[in-house]
């Protein structure tokens, strides 16, 4: 396949998206990826395609009489729904942020009480759903993530970020936002130009460290579970996403090395969803993500979505 598709009537309503072909990676690339659900699909297809697909955050123990990491057992992933939880990562990766006890906070929110009996649960202001029993427990546990997550930034050759949602929670006594509730956090609807410059600075100290790295930009097909605004869902969802991709777009014309793979497009016009209406079937993030390596591996000649198997 040569070129993109131009004309609307060709693209069968939408569901035949024409993918140029972009050589980024082969068989010994290693990719790092980060951001919720969606990333994590994408970095076990990597994997069951016998890519190096990190972080790889199964080897890290931890005693679960007072130390917890929500279902990092099961699922072998750290969510992060958000382009400020993904630059604070990054921050961290790259030194431009210290932890500090004082990111270590109580908390009684619904899920982390209970955990360890007796003694008050404490919560990793970064990564959500990271408990321990006290703050030096905590600590001790985040920053052995904190170390697995740095070394697959910097040895990667190709950084794929998935951006999933623009509905903020900013903490109260930190200066820190998640997009998980917590009893101290303050509800932030973010704007496009706080959601671009997350982005733009992450691509900035990907490119001042990592100058070789690849970028790959995507959008979350996966709808927003509930809203906080006073919206309707579907509405609040849209303007989410809308944002979002907008920022990608902005960014990836300022800067024409960074790829952007469509994944909210093919979501849109095709019926790829679980029953619950928000997971993407298993069938479908094969058929995304194979059409993700006919136009991104270094033998691609591009693809259209229609196509790939």
């Known amino acids: 396949m040569t070129g993109v598709n131009e004309f609307w009537q060709r693209s069968k ?3 035949a998206i024409t993918l140029p072909a972009r050589p980024l990676f082969d068989r010994s690339t290693k990719f790092f990826l980060i951001g919720s659900c969606f990333a994590m699909e994408i970095k076990n297809y ?16 931890f005693d679960p009489a007072c130390q917890n990491i929500d279902k990092l057992r099961q699922y072998n992933h750290v969510n992060h729904f958000d382009t400020f939880s993904m630059r604070q990562e990054f921050e961290l990766g790259f030194g431009e942020r210290t932890r500090r006890l004082a990111d270590c906070m109580a908390t009684s929110a619904r899920g982390a009480t209970g955990l360890f009996p ?9 990564r959500p759903y990271t408990y321990a029993s006290s703050p030096e427990a905590l600590m001790e546990l985040a920053l052995r993530i904190d170390r697995v997550f740095q070394a697959s930034i910097v040895q990667a050759d190709v950084i794929v970020c998935t951006l999933g949602l623009t509905e903020v929670w900013r903490r109260r006594h930190v200066d820190l936002l998640s997009s998980v509730p917590q009893p101290d956090s303050v509800f932030h609807r973010s704007s496009f130009e706080e959601n671009l410059a997350n982005v733009r600075r992450m691509v900035e100290m990907i490119r001042s460290t990592l100058p070789r790295t690849e970028i790959v930009l995507t959008v979350s097909p996966v709808p927003l579970v509930r809203t906080f605004t006073s919206d309707d869902v579907v509405v609040a969802n849209m303007e989410s996403k809308s944002i979002l991709r907008a920022v990608v777009g902005e960014v990836c014309r300022s800067d024409p090395r960074i790829v952007y793979f469509p994944s909210y497009e093919i979501a849109q016009y095709h019926d790829v969803f679980e029953e619950d209406g928000r997971h993407v079937r298993r069938e479908w993030t094969r058929r995304i993500f194979s059409a993700f390596l006919a136009s991104c591996s270094r033998t691609a000649s591009g693809v259209s979505v229609a196509e790939a198997r």
């Open 13 to 15: 309503r939408g569901r």
């Open 46 to 61: 990597l994997r069951d395609e016998a890519y190096i697909a990190a972080p790889d955050l199964a080897p890290i123990s």
């Open 118 to 126: 007796g003694v008050a649960t404490v919560e990793d202001c970064y």
